[in-house]
Each structure stands twice: as structure tokens, then as C-alpha cells.
């Protein structure tokens, strides 16, 4: 009989059991729950089930390991146990993987020993065993990826919370500014062209800054559609030009654009590719400074066309530089923004096909490169 086969030789299976979960590559040694309320429990149960089947108890029996159609499976007493099984490997850091291994280790250990000690077994024993093997597999695969849904919506409930909370309070700082400055404007003895009236200025770019990184922020996001359209680079450039020097103006920096030939097309989401480009200006005349340089310049290739944004800060070492890409992150003193400016940047750039890079070298600045394909004129004739 397979009870008696099972509860004579259980410390073996145990053994051989942990020995196939100590082999696995990369696997530490099991973890003391994972042996307690892991295999051994299921063995007790798969031993009861058959010792009820043997003496005709089906209904006793089915209350242990459940019906083959699992219908009704987790609400047997193996179903119960292996959901916790399952929910408690994911608590632990196991993959979805090692579940489905755990009890296929049994099928193994226990179709080798029978093997090598020459034991035979009814069919209807193996179906038994098979039918407790599946209902522990499906019932404890379903409670680990609830338990990892659950897990992966809470984190990203904290991160979209994090994110909208650093979101609403530079919104407030924005706002709250610009609304004092115009206070002041309206009742006391300071006009639009004073102090205050840059105050507001800036307020004002900085609510505009945000939104339109917010927005591109969605616009990249899954399952966004693209607005492409080829246009003109040069006609692109001044346009970028007309925003870009009033935010140069009140910070007191210089804005140096080169000459864009006019032939040069290309081919983008013109919102997104233009957030990307304010985000870099934006970072450039931050690190730059007051009376700071930064400098913008078109390349281009037979195929590739590169817009350039070089600025006089101080420079980055070469771990800021591989990270900066990263979201929330900030190199400097200035820790003004969010740090989410650069990664939505990034995203904006390769979602039109191209790549952003930066070259930077303490001391002498930075330069941020945007790699497009380029469109010639005749192309789109």
C-alpha cells in the first residue's frame, strides 16, 4: 500500500526532498517554514487521504485533499494549507517557480525510492497522488500570485501616491508664490517690471515647467498614442527659443543658439520632443548658474540629426552621470525640482525613436545630446 510505503520511508522523502531544493543553482538552503508547513504537511495529508480511499471513507477523503475537478479544492483541508504554502514562499522570496518544484520534488523522491526498493503501486494510488499533486500545485500557485498582485498594486499605490504628493506640493510652492507676488502688485507700491514682478514671472514658469512635464509624463505612458509629424528643426528651434529666453532672462544666464539649416526635417511627437528639450534648457541654466553660458547647436549626419545643450555648471563624476537618468534622482545643490525632469525626458526621446546621452566632465560642464532620425525635404515630397 502507498500509506504504509509513505510513513515507512517518510524521513527519506523529507531528505531527498531538501535535497533537491539545496541543488537548485542559485537557491539558499530552505528556510525552516518552508520545510515545516511545506512538504511534511502535504505528505500527512496525501497519507490520510489514502488510508480514507483504502477503507472506502470517499467522502472523508475528499475532505482532506479535495476533488479532481479542484472545483472545490481550496476549501478542502490540502487546498487550505497549500494556499498558505504558496502565499508564505512569496513572503519568504521564492519565485512561482520553486512552488510548482516543491511538490514535483515529491513525485520525484517518492517515484525513485519506490524504484530503487522495487515497491509496486495501484493505479488508482497514483491517481490519488496525482490528483493530490494538482490540487496542491493550482491552489497554492493561485495564492502566490494573488499574494504578488496584492503585493505589486500596494507598491505601486505607494509610488503613484509618493509621486502625486511631490507633485502637489511644488504645484502649491508655484502657486502660493505667484499668487503672493500678485498681491503685492495689486495693493501695495511695486509694479510688474520690479523685483516682485520677476518673482511672478517665475512663478508662473515654474506652473508651466510642471505641467508640461506632467503631461508628457502621460504621453509616454503605456498604451499612449504619438501625435507624429514631420516638421522643420529650424522652425522647432525658435520656437523652443521664444520660452527658453525668458527663463534664461530671470535667471540671469546667457542663451547662445547656433544657426539651424533650414533643409533639416524631422519626423516626432512635437509636444513630447519639445518637454524634452525645455527639460534639458531648463537643467542646463540650473547647474549654470547666474551669468552662467548655455549653449544650444545642431548636428547633423547623413541619417542622424543631434540636438546639443551644453552648459558652464560645475560638471558631474562619472556615477552621477550613469544615474542622472534615473527618476527622483538630482546631482548639485539645487534640489529645487522633483528629479523626475531628465527620466521623463529620456522616455520622451525614445518614444520619438531616438536616444539621450550626456557627456560630463567635472569642471567643465555638461552636454546633453538628443539622437534623432532624420528626415530629408525631399523624403516627404
Request: negative net charge.
Amino acid at each position: 500500500m502507498m500509506h504504509d510505503f509513505l510513513i515507512a520511508n517518510r524521513a527519506e522523502l523529507e531528505r531527498r526532498c531538501r535535497d533537491k531544493v539545496s541543488a537548485r543553482p542559485n537557491r539558499s538552503p530552505p528556510n525552516k517554514q518552508q520545510l515545516e508547513q511545506g512538504i511534511p504537511l502535504f505528505l500527512d495529508q496525501l497519507i490520510r487521504t489514502l488510508q480514507a480511499e483504502n477503507q472506502g471513507a470517499i467522502a472523508e477523503a475528499l475532505a482532506v485533499s479535495g476533488p479532481s475537478s479542484g472545483d472545490a479544492g481550496r476549501h478542502a483541508e490540502l487546498g487550505v494549507s497549500a494556499a498558505i504554502h504558496g502565499a508564505d514562499l512569496l513572503t519568504l522570496g521564492y519565485s512561482i517557480n520553486e512552488v510548482v518544484h516543491n511538490y514535483g520534488d515529491l513525485c520525484q523522491a517518492v517515484s525513485d525510492l519506490s524504484i530503487d526498493l522495487n515497491q509496486k503501486f495501484e493505479i488508482s494510488e497514483f491517481r490519488t497522488l496525482n490528483r493530490c499533486l494538482d490540487n496542491g500545485i493550482a491552489d497554492a500557485v493561485t495564492a502566490f500570485s494573488e499574494q504578488r498582485d496584492f503585493v505589486i498594486a500596494d507598491e505601486q499605490a505607494l509610488e503613484t501616491n509618493e509621486r502625486l504628493g511631490f507633485f502637489a506640493h511644488e504645484l502649491r510652492n508655484h502657486l502660493n508664490t505667484a499668487m503672493l507676488a500678485l498681491t503685492a502688485i495689486k495693493f501695495g507700491n511695486v509694479g510688474l517690471t520690479g523685483s516682485t514682478g520677476a518673482v511672478l514671472d517665475r512663478s508662473l514658469v515654474g506652473l508651466q515647467r510642471l505641467i508640461d512635464r506632467s503631461l508628457a509624463e502621460v504621453r509616454v505612458g503605456p498604451g499612449m498614442t504619438l501625435h507624429r509629424s514631420v516638421f522643420s528643426l529650424a522652425n522647432f528651434i525658435g520656437e523652443v527659443k521664444y520660452s527658453a529666453s525668458l527663463e534664461a532672462e530671470m535667471l540671469n544666464c546667457s542663451l547662445h543658439i547656433e544657426q539651424t539649416p533650414s533643409i533639416l526635417m524631422i519626423d516626432a511627437d512635437k509636444d513630447l520632443l519639445f518637454s524634452a528639450l525645455g527639460n534639458l534648457l531648463q537643467n542646463a541654466f540650473k547647474f549654470s548658474g547666474k551669468d552662467g553660458i548655455v549653449t544650444l547647436s545642431v548636428d547633423a549626419g547623413a541619417e542622424r540629426i543631434r540636438i546639443n545643450v551644453k552648459d558652464s555648471g560645475p560638471g558631474l563624476s562619472a556615477e552621477a552621470a550613469r544615474d542622472m537618468f534615473q527618476p527622483f534622482t538630482q546631482s548639485g545643490t539645487n534640489k529645487s525640482c522633483l528629479g523626475l525632469g531628465l527620466s521623463i525626458a529620456r522616455r520622451s526621446v525614445e518614444a520619438n525613436g531616438g536616444l539621450l546621452t550626456v557627456q560630463s566632465k567635472l569642471g567643465e560642464g555638461c552636454m546633453f545630446t538628443i539622437d534623432l532620425p532624420r528626415r530629408s525635404v525631399q523624403s516627404i515630397e
